[in-house]
């Protein structure tokens, strides 16, 4: 099946800090997916991206989609206190007898010392 | 997390017991998902339903079953709990070509 690789596992970095995470996939996906959960509760959406090449933001966030339809990054500018937590990128194939299933990858574990 | 409800919040079994996790949307989505996460692990797919009465298999359904009796609930069942079992469970919905909405989890520990 397909495989999703995130990295880093985790990261500890000062407030005010670039924080950079990306996914890698065996396979092609023509929809990437950025979560963010936060300690006792379930994943909520950061960005969503459709096409490859493709650069969105959202705040100080900024995330990417590869040309090559297999990998994805995330980047957080200016990191602050309530960015802690888990981070997943998440794969989709739209069509055919996919239903939105999603592929996701191993979360990467922020903490963001004051 | 709104939209999406899961319940219980917190359970704990004896190996071998049976229970049922309830999911419920109030979004009139047509696609539920129930998902495990286990540490290193990310979420994985157990069971999803494409619309009212329609179940299927998802990446590690093996030790659950699943209902879809109403468009609004999405029902998990462990029939004989394993401590292998032992995880959160997060149900998710979503309305067509639109991304996933996750409720905020079942922590389920079996002894």
């Known amino acids: 099946g397909q495989q999703l690789n995130q990295s880093p596992q985790s990261m500890f970095i000062q407030e005010g800090e670039d924080v950079s995470m990306n996914c890698t996939s065996s396979?092609?996906?023509?929809?990437w997916l950025w979560y963010k959960q936060d300690p006792g509760e379930g994943p909520v959406l950061l960005i969503a991206?459709?096409?490859?090449?493709e650069l969105t933001s959202n705040g100080r966030l900024t995330a990417q989609f590869g040309i090559t339809r297999k990998d994805s990054f995330l980047n957080i500018s200016a990191s602050i206190p309530s960015d802690v937590g888990i981070y997943f990128c998440?794969?989709?194939?739209?069509?055919?007898?996919?239903?939105?299933?999603?592929?996701f990858g191993q979360g990467t574990i922020l903490t963001v010392h004051p | 997390n709104a939209g999406v409800t899961q319940t219980p919040k917190f359970r704990v079994l004896k190996t071998g017991q049976s229970m049922t996790l309830l999911c419920a949307q109030d979004?009139?989505?047509?696609?539920m998902y129930w998902y495990r996460q286990d540490p290193g692990m990310g979420l994985r797919l157990i069971h999803y339903?494409?619309?009212?009465?329609?179940?299927a298999k998802g990446e590690v359904p093996d030790g659950y079953n699943v209902s879809r009796l109403k468009k609004q609930n999405f029902l998990l069942g462990l029939e004989s709990a394993a401590p292998s079992q032992t995880s959160v469970y997060f149900c998710?919905?979503?309305?067509?070509?639109?991304?996933?909405?996750f409720g905020d989890g079942t922590r389920l520990s079996i002894l």
């Open positions: 339903s494409v619309g009212e009465g329609t179940t």
């Open positions: 998440a794969g989709h194939n739209a069509g055919g007898t996919s239903y939105g299933k999603l592929t």
């Open positions: 998710a919905s979503r309305p067509r070509d639109q991304p996933q909405h």
């Open positions: 991206l459709y096409k490859a090449g």
């Open positions: 396979s092609i996906f023509n929809t």
């Open positions: 979004m009139n989505h047509e696609y």
